[in-house]
């Protein structure tokens, strides 16, 4: 049977439709498609969802479930993550939207979106050693330790790649002041919510830094799935590509990297940054590139 699953960030809204065989534990995707509405812009401010981001998603939302009834999909999942269980609206958008497109978000615990991003993320990994799966959102960074059989650590930190950027970024180019703000706020949030003695075998970096970043390594002028998933990036190639990405603003990200940023020209630096301070606290000094994340993972842990 065909499954759609859906996944609502702070700045992206993604679909997956996959087949599946219950029976063999098989999932095959069949269509991958994302949208960059970034429904959390100004959230952590003002503390709500904004009307028009609210309609956006609406549209957007009207519009995967039309793909989803081309592939004959016999259910949508879509799971809700940071704007939902903070916003004060977030209860009403998802009122709004059952009403409207008759899909029914899940608005995630971090506890819960960290479990589906870790299960996605694993999903083609041959490893039985530990893993640790980096997750940067748009309001939260998930850092997730386990291996197949089980999930040790969970963490969701509530600063991401949308509301650190609305928070700390004050000018472009951005200064060396303005870094090692940036890099402070990231380090103590890091020492606060990561105490523990993280041993893995390797890390998977999921979500859209890392996939965008793979991108631009990989020299591609759209995205593609095949090449990005597995790529590895160096902790000195995202050092590069901050040193470089602190030099422009949002318009020159863009000029300079054409489409493959869009819709992430102005948080691709603080990304970044997020990514670096985790590699460098947790002493790895390369990450695997996923491309699938809580999506997949939806879906397997309800069907697996």
């Known amino acids: 049977?065909?499954?759609?699953?859906?996944?609502?960030?702070?700045?992206?809204?993604?679909?997956?439709?996959?087949?599946?065989?219950?029976?063999?534990?098989?999932?095959?995707?069949?269509?991958?498609?994302?949208?960059?509405?970034r429904i959390g812009k100004g959230l952590a401010l003002s503390g709500y969802i904004p009307d028009d981001k609210i309609e956006l998603l609406r549209q957007i939302l009207s519009g995967y479930a039309a793909e989803a009834g081309k592939y004959g999909c016999t259910e949508i999942i879509a799971s809700g993550t940071y704007p939902f269980r903070t916003a004060i609206n977030g209860s009403d958008v998802i009122d709004l939207i059952a009403n409207s497109t008759g899909i029914t978000i899940s608005a995630l615990s971090g506890d819960k979106e960290a479990n589906f991003s870790f299960l996605g993320a694993i999903s083609d990994?041959?490893?039985?050693?530990?893993?640790?799966?980096?997750?940067?959102?748009?309001?939260?960074?998930e850092l997730i330790l386990g291996n197949k059989s089980e999930i040790t650590i969970k963490i969701s930190a509530p600063i991401g790649v949308v509301n650190l950027t609305e928070e700390l970024i004050k000018h472009y180019p951005v200064s060396g002041l303005n870094l090692k703000e940036i890099r402070d706020k990231i380090q103590n949030m890091i020492i606060n919510f990561y105490p523990h003695n993280i041993k893995a075998s390797k890390a998977i970096a999921i979500a859209g830094t890392p996939t965008t970043l793979a991108c631009i390594k990989l020299g591609l002028s759209s995205f593609n799935e095949e090449k990005i998933h597995k790529a590895e990036l160096s902790i000195n190639d995202?050092?590069?590509?901050?040193?470089s990405l602190a030099?422009?603003?949002?318009?020159?990200?863009?000029?300079?990297?054409?489409?493959?940023v869009k819709g992430r020209e102005d948080v691709l630096l603080t990304g970044s940054i997020i990514l670096a301070e985790i590699m460098s606290f947790l002493n790895f000094d390369k990450v695997i590139v996923s491309t699938r994340g809580l999506r997949y993972g939806a879906i397997i842990e309800k069907y697996f």
Not at 238 to 243: A, G, H, M, P, R
Not at 247 to 256: D, G, H
């Open 125 to 141: 990994i041959p490893s039985k050693d530990n893993v640790c799966v980096i997750d940067i959102g748009g309001g939260s960074t």
């Open 247 to 260: 030099l422009l603003n949002a318009e020159e990200v863009k000029e300079k990297y054409s489409t493959i």
């Open 238 to 243: 995202i050092e590069l590509f901050i040193e």
């Open 1 to 37: 049977m065909n499954i759609a699953s859906i996944d609502i960030g702070t700045n992206t809204v993604l679909m997956l439709i996959a087949s599946i065989d219950i029976t063999q534990k098989e999932l095959n995707p069949l269509y991958n498609k994302y949208e960059i509405p």
